[in-house]
């Protein structure tokens, strides 16, 4: 299968590009601003992707069968061109080559505040200003590209062998604990990167459309994920500082705080693929 794979340079995409390849795919990723891994054996292509025309042409050369794009940016000058309008370039260039697409997206397009499992058919309401891009990004995609599959998911974390944006965190923290404060009414469902890539992949194969909802099994709080990935690195978790998500200043950004997604429909179509964090990190 001919996979194309955006932001294969980033974390999650890295990861999905490299199993794709391990799966004799022939893979195809994209990168920008970060250098592509050595490691990962696909063909690489840089691109704006906030270029329609480039990412047109760039589709009309690959002819990829499927597209799954992991791109985006949360804030900065460029959010909107590479969260929003770069997902409409992507989803429409898709169509132009008869190319399945699955479009990763995020919790955070929910409140945050019910406190309940969230099912695919749960109202939207964000409240942060990345929440609202994705939202947005997720409208493109499915306007431009009915069949596409939506894969909202939550923190992504890699522990001590493939280390992320959450790892970087809990080394920070286990130098320095007075720097980092872990939230404890900032509850989500952390999925392990190896176990969502291949929950993706799962999805293309399995010729699903539409919006899913794939994260871990459980809702925990940032502490909580925090002291498992700090034991998994070695540190001692008990020097991790917690405490409540502070309120915000008169106009300043929200925290969503409760995002508990409900996968139970992905479990039940594909399997046990998404792992609890205990399961991943050890006790």
């Given at each position: 299968m001919r996979v194309l794979v955006t932001g294969g340079s980033g974390f999650l995409g890295s990861e999905v590009a490299a199993r794709a390849v391990s799966r004799h795919d022939e893979v195809f990723a994209t990168h920008r601003v970060t250098p592509p891994s050595p490691a990962v054996a696909a063909q690489w292509v840089c691109v704006d992707l906030a270029d329609a025309g480039a990412v047109e042409r760039m589709m009309v050369a690959l002819r990829p069968e499927v597209v799954i794009h992991t791109a985006y940016r949360t804030g900065g000058p460029r959010a909107h061109l590479d969260t929003v309008e770069a997902a409409g370039h992507v989803a429409r260039a898709a169509v132009t080559v008869d190319a399945a697409l699955l479009h990763v997206s995020s919790d955070v397009v929910f409140s945050g505040r019910d406190r309940v499992p969230l099912a695919e058919g749960h109202p939207t309401a964000p409240v942060s200003g990345y929440g609202r891009l994705k939202l947005r990004a997720e409208e493109e995609v499915l306007a431009a590209h009915p069949g596409a599959i939506i894969a909202r998911t939550s923190l992504i974390y890699g522990g001590p062998d493939h280390r992320g944006p959450q790892e970087r965190l809990v080394v920070t923290a286990l130098e320095d604990p007075s720097s980092v404060t872990f939230h404890t009414d900032e509850i989500r469902c952390p999925v392990y990167v190896a176990d969502l890539a291949r929950a993706l992949l799962a999805l293309v194969a399995g010729d699903a459309r539409g919006i899913w909802h794939v994260?871990?099994?459980?809702?925990?709080?940032?502490?909580?994920?925090?002291?498992?990935?700090?034991?998994?690195?070695?540190?001692?978790?008990?020097?991790?500082?917690?405490?409540?998500?502070?309120?915000?200043?008169?106009?300043?950004?929200?925290?969503?705080?409760?995002?508990?997604?409900?996968?139970?429909?992905?479990e039940a179509g594909f399997g046990p693929i998404l792992r609890d964090p205990a399961q991943v990190l050890g006790g």
């Open positions: 994260a871990g099994p459980r809702a925990i709080s940032r502490l909580e994920l925090a002291r498992g990935l700090a034991r998994s690195l070695g540190g001692d978790p008990g020097v991790l500082r917690g405490g409540p998500t502070p309120e915000p200043p008169p106009g300043g950004p929200v925290r969503p705080r409760h995002l508990h997604l409900d996968s139970s429909r992905f």
